[in-house]
């Protein structure tokens, strides 16, 4: 049960940063950027706080016009987004072999929006490790909403250094989130270190495809774009998440880009050409409805300073995304499933 009207989007803008302090991180947060002359080194040694104050930022406006799921999904003709994005995550426990009784662990889970419905569809217990506090506290609300707080909960940590014992999971995935990470092998590594041996990984990664120019410059354009409206520090080419993975320890049981099979294009939502009432507040109309409703909510004071200037940053964000996938050079969801093996010897 997500929040959906305008003063529940204003009160949750800037999550755990002080409203009077909204404008400030929103300016700190543009400058580790490469419109606002940031570079890669910089983000990458500074993406705790980076990814943090992104969320802080973003998240109402994700959950005003996501939903509780923040991701994207393959999807077929006559499906409806949320219909699509529920498949995905289903399809996710499925490759996982998950069943009653196992202890699951989401990397990076956001509010927990996938981690209820693969609970529930599972019936495991999933524990979301997500270093928000802000995302967390609203995931806690959440799941005592679905009535799974008894079987699901929440751990504050960075999954490069991650709480838990050698071995303690039956099962791990990450949707979209282990793109923040900056260094895929450490992220992975610690993945592998947490997970019984002879179980699986899954995820669904953010990456540059082998169609992507690093010398071309409208493609570094989309890339910059991307990576200022999501709070990453660089985007992967599909090749260095496998190589990561085998460097970890993994063996790679298969891989494939959804995105190049999806009958419905993954950045419909996102296309301003576009038009949905199911979806209304993700289309142009909507996002133009958004836009000025934040621009009076922070005239009144209902919402903080800054708030715009998040708004702006996300529509960049989804200019980059509409047009990295039209040119086939990003996908959202970069798929593979991944094996432990039971020895280091196997």
């Known amino acids: 049960m997500s929040k959906t009207g305008a003063l529940d989007l204003a009160s949750g803008l800037g999550g755990k940063i002080d409203k009077s302090e909204v404008l400030s991180a929103v300016e700190k947060y543009e400058k580790y950027h490469v419109f606002y002359g940031g570079a890669q080194e910089e983000?990458?040694?500074?993406?705790?706080?980076?990814?943090?104050?992104?969320y802080d930022l973003a998240t109402s406006f994700y959950e005003f016009g996501w939903g509780e799921s923040f991701h994207f999904a393959h999807r077929f003709k006559g499906e409806s987004l949320q219909e699509s994005i529920k498949r995905h995550e289903h399809f996710l426990a499925l490759q996982l072999g998950l069943k009653p009784g196992h202890k699951v662990l989401?990397?990076?889970?956001?509010?927990?929006?996938?981690?209820?419905?693969?609970?529930?569809?599972?019936?495991?217990?999933?524990?979301?490790?997500?270093?928000?506090?802000?995302?967390?506290a609203r995931g806690k609300v959440l799941n005592c909403i679905a009535g799974i707080d008894k079987t699901c909960d929440f751990v504050k940590a960075?999954?490069?250094?991650m709480p838990f014992p050698d071995s303690s999971f039956d099962a791990i995935y990450a949707i979209e989130a282990t793109c923040h990470a900056p260094d895929a092998y450490?992220?992975?590594?610690?993945?592998?270190?947490v997970l019984k041996p002879g179980q699986f990984f899954a995820a669904y990664?953010?990456?540059?495809?082998?169609?992507?120019?690093?010398?071309?410059?409208?493609?570094?354009k989309i890339k910059s774009e991307i990576?200022?409206?999501?709070?990453l520090p660089d985007i992967r080419i599909t090749g260095q998440c496998i190589e990561a993975l085998k460097k970890a320890g993994f063996e790679v049981i298969w891989s494939k880009d959804l995105a190049a099979s999806s009958p419905v294009p993954w950045y419909l939502p996102l296309d301003k050409n576009h038009f949905s009432l199911s979806s209304f507040r993700l289309t142009a109309p909507g996002r133009f409805f958004t836009r000025n409703m934040v621009k009076v909510l922070e005239f009144v004071g209902l919402a903080p300073q800054g708030s715009q200037r998040v708004q702006d940053f996300l529509e960049k964000a989804a200019e980059g995304l509409v047009e990295g996938g039209r040119k086939e050079i990003f996908t959202p969801m970069f798929f593979f499933?991944?094996?432990k093996p039971h020895s280091q010897s196997q």
């Open 43 to 54: 983000r990458k040694a500074n993406y705790t706080d980076m990814v943090n104050k992104y």
């Open 106 to 136: 989401d990397v990076g889970c956001g509010i927990g929006g996938p981690l209820r419905e693969i609970a529930r569809f599972s019936l495991t217990s999933v524990t979301g490790l997500n270093n928000n506090e802000y995302q967390i």
């Open 158 to 161: 960075d999954f490069m250094k």
């Open 186 to 193: 450490g992220c992975y590594s610690e993945i592998y270190r």
């Open 205 to 220: 990664e953010w990456c540059m495809t082998d169609s992507f120019d690093p010398s071309n410059q409208e493609h570094q």
């Open 227 to 231: 990576e200022i409206g999501n709070g």
């Open 337 to 339: 499933l991944a094996r």
